[in-house]
C-alpha cells in the first residue's frame, strides 16, 4: 500500500502581518505628509505667482500712464488729482481696505482709441487722454450682482480718448470752482458707476492702493543756512501726517491740509503701492470670525503680497 505525504503550505504568522501593517502604516503616514506639504507649497506658490501677476498688472499700468503725464503751468486746469477714497471706509464687509486711493489725471496713453492710435478710421486728433483708477468692493464676474458671495477689491481704470478729454474735461477745468476741480469734473461724465463696468476691469483682490508723491522743495527750517533742495514725501492716506487730497494744477501743488512747502515745489516722481492678497486669503477673510484685530492682521501679512514702483513723472 502507497501512502502520499501532503506538503504543507506556508503561511504568515500573526507577528509577521503586524510587521507588515506597520511598515506599510508608516510609509503611508510619510507619503500623506510629504504630498501634504508638497501640496501646500504649490498652493502657496500658485497663489504667490497669481498675485505678483495681480499687482504687476496694476503698477505696469498705472507707471506707464504717469511715464507720459501731461501738464501745462500759467493756467487753472487741474492736471492731476489724487483723493483718499471715502467709499471704501464703508465697503468690504469684513473686509476693510487698509487705504485706497483715487487718482485721475491728464496723460498721453499709448493705448488711446483702443489702441488705434494713428488709424485714421479711430484716430480723431489728439494726443492728450485722461484716465482715472478707482477701487470697489464687488463681484469682478457681475458687477450687477449686489447680493454675490463672490465679492473682493476690483482695481478699474477708465480712459477717456482725446477728443473726448478735450470737449468734456480739459476745456471744462478753466473755473477756480472747488465744483471743477478733477475729480467731480470727471465723476460728472463718469460715475464711479461706470468706472467700475466690465471694460474697465484692471485687476482684482487689490486690497490696498496707496499713493505717494514726492515733491522737491526748499528746505528754509533753518534761518542761519541757505535753503537747499529736499524731498518731501505726500502720502494720500488717513493716518497722521498724510492728506486726504493731492493737485497738480497749472499754478502749482495744491493739498488738503494746506502744506505752503510742497505748494511751492515741483513734484519729481510718484511712488505706487498695491497690497494684493490670495484667493485663499480672501475666500476665508470673508467666512472666518477672528479673535480680535491683531490675529485678523497676522493672518492678512501671511496670505497677502505687497508691490512697489517710484515712477518719475516728466515736466512737472
Known amino acids: 500500500m502507497r501512502f502520499s505525504r501532503i506538503a504543507r503550505r506556508a503561511g504568515f504568522t500573526l507577528m509577521e502581518l503586524m510587521v507588515a501593517m506597520a511598515i506599510t502604516s508608516i510609509i503611508v503616514t510619510v507619503l500623506v505628509s510629504v504630498t501634504s506639504v508638497a501640496l ?89 487722454s485722461c484716465v482715472a483708477y478707482l477701487m470697489r468692493f464687488r463681484d469682478p464676474v457681475n458687477s450687477k450682482s449686489s447680493g454675490s458671495k463672490f465679492k473682493t ?76 533742495l529736499t524731498n518731501i514725501p505726500v502720502r494720500i492716506g488717513a493716518g497722521s501726517g498724510d492728506v486726504k487730497s493731492f493737485r497738480v494744477t497749472g499754478t502749482g501743488i495744491v493739498t488738503d491740509p494746506v502744506n505752503a512747502q510742497v505748494a511751492a515745489g515741483r513734484l519729481r516722481a510718484v511712488e505706487i503701492s498695491v497690497t494684493v492678497i490670495s484667493d485663499f486669503g480672501i475666500d476665508q477673510i470673508s467666512k472666518r470670525k477672528f479673535a480680535n484685530d491683531s490675529k485678523k492682521a497676522e493672518f492678512l501679512a501671511k496670505n497677502s503680497y505687497q508691490y512697489t514702483k517710484v515712477v518719475q513723472v516728466p515736466g512737472v
Open 153 to 228: 477689491y476690483v482695481l478699474n481704470r477708465k480712459l477717456v480718448d482725446p477728443n473726448a478729454t478735450f470737449t468734456q474735461l480739459l476745456g471744462a477745468t478753466n473755473s477756480l470752482n472747488p465744483a471743477s476741480y478733477l475729480d467731480p469734473l470727471f465723476t460728472g461724465f463718469y460715475s464711479a458707476a461706470t468706472i467700475s463696468n466690465k471694460p474697465n476691469f484692471l485687476c482684482e483682490n487689490i486690497y490696498q492702493f496707496t499713493l505717494t508723491f514726492h515733491v522737491q522743495a526748499s528746505d528754509t527750517t533753518d534761518p542761519t543756512r541757505p535753503a537747499v
Open 40 to 128: 501646500e507649497t504649490w498652493n502657496r506658490s500658485r497663489a504667490e505667482l497669481r498675485a505678483s501677476h495681480m499687482g504687476k498688472m496694476a503698477i505696469d499700468y498705472i507707471a506707464r500712464d504717469l511715464e507720459a503725464f501731461v501738464v501745462r503751468s500759467g493756467n487753472n486746469n487741474d492736471w492731476c488729482q489724487a483723493t483718499l477714497d471715502p467709499e471704501l471706509s464703508t465697503h468690504g464687509d469684513s473686509l476693510v481696505s487698509s487705504n485706497a486711493s483715487r487718482l485721475m489725471f491728464f496723460t498721453g496713453a499709448t493705448d488711446r482709441y483702443d489702441g488705434n492710435a494713428g488709424d485714421p478710421s479711430f484716430d480723431k486728433g489728439g494726443d492728450v
